[in-house]
Structure formats: C-alpha cells, structure tokens
C-alpha cells in the first residue's frame, strides 16, 4: 500500500528543545516537499527535494532545515522551535513525470511550542 | 499583494447544484496548476494538475487556466454533499518544485 508516514503525529514542546519529525514514503518517489497549515493562511511549503543531496527552499523556509540523506526519508529538523512554529505539518511525497504528476500526502503532525 | 489569491468562503450550495472555485495569481511564469482537496482534520490530496493553459476534464470536475487573466478555475458538476470540504489552488514555475499556495476555499454542498 503506498503511503507517507510522519511521526510523531502530536508534539508539545517548549521553546529552544530542537526536534524532529520523521517522514518516510514507500512508494521510491524522487519528490518529497515539507508544508506547515495554519488557520487562515492555507498551505506554505518549507522545503522540499527533488532527490538524494538536493534540497531547496520552499516558501517558508525560516526556522527549519531539511536533509536526504536516503530516497525514503525527508526529516524535518527545528533547531530552536519558537511559539510562531506551533503549526499542522505534512510531509508529502511526488512522481513527476511528462507534465504529470502523482502525490500523497502524510496524516499530518500537530506541533505546540511552548 | 499575495502571489495567490482564493477567496476563503464559505461557499454554500444546494446538492446538484454547478461549483465554481477560483484563483487569482501574478506571476506571470506559473506553469504548472493544481486543485487540492482538503477534508477537515484530513491532509490535502492532489485533484487535479495541469500545465499551461486550457482545460482539463476527470468526471464531475474540470480543470481551467487562462493565462492571459492569469486566472484559474475549478468547476464541480453534480455536487454532492460528500464535496463538503476546502479547496486549495497551488501553482509552480516550470523550473522548480516551489509551490505557492492559495488560502483555500471552504465548500459546503447542502443535501
């Protein structure tokens, strides 16, 4: 079954704790993207990559990095969370190809900073 | 001025009943077009996704990008209450994987 995995689903943290959230995909995707959802604000991407060692940054990039270490993988590391950081996250996972494209999304991952 | 531009809704209709969902962009080097849909506390899933101008049809739901008013559109024929959710435009240039969304649009479809 293809799928995007996140974890941890819920996070409550306190400001300065650096953190993790996990994203793997089992689908071998060269794509992967990070997004944050906030109320009124729709979808902003952070980062994404577009293979192994290649990453770049989204619209919001401020506050996180990326790495892609292995195709399967894309975590999403916060240095020093900050409350402007309490946010839904999704990862999300692509194939591009011919003007085409296929997407699956993760269940998303409720951040609080404290 | 944001790059995108979705009118946030509500929108309410009768079941049946034809959906029009829009957005507005600037950046005129936008190639790529993407509707989302999003289910409350549900992640987005990709809808539909097209490159350049013109439409694009997949059952009840069409696709439009008119480039020259830089404006997209998504029509919903039919609508049923199971299309009760929000609707997000996205758009990229052709050269990159950056993706700008909209603010999405709430859909809510009356049975």
């Known amino acids: 079954e293809a799928q995007v995995t996140q974890n941890p689903r819920y996070l409550i943290t306190v400001t300065g704790k650096k953190l993790t959230v996990t994203c793997s995909q089992n689908m071998n995707h060269e794509y992967m993207s990070w997004y944050r959802q906030d109320p009124g604000l729709g979808l902003r991407q952070i980062y994404y990559s577009m293979n192994v060692e290649v990453t770049d940054k989204g619209d919001v990039p401020e506050g996180y990095k990326v790495s892609r270490k292995e195709k399967r993988n894309f975590p999403l590391i916060l240095e020093s969370p900050s409350p402007n950081q309490t946010s839904l996250y999704f990862c999300?996972?692509?194939?591009?190809?011919?003007?085409?494209?296929?997407?699956?999304f993760g269940p998303g991952t409720r951040l609080l900073v404290l | 001025q944001k790059e995108v531009e979705q009118d946030p809704g509500p929108l309410s209709v009768p079941e049946g009943a034809i959906v029009s969902l829009n957005c507005t962009y600037s950046n005129s080097a936008f190639q790529y077009f993407m509707w989302y849909r999003q289910y409350s506390r549900k992640g987005p899933e990709l809808l539909m996704y097209t490159y350049s101008s013109g439409n694009k049809e997949d059952g009840r739901f069409t696709a439009q990008v008119d480039k020259s008013s830089k404006y997209i559109s998504l029509f919903i024929r039919d609508s049923q209450p199971s299309d009760s959710a929000t609707y997000l435009c996205a758009m990229r240039v052709d050269s990159s994987y950056k993706l700008i969304f909209g603010s999405g649009t709430r859909l809510l479809v009356r049975p």
């Open positions: 999300a996972s692509s194939l591009v190809y011919s003007h085409q494209e296929t997407q699956y």
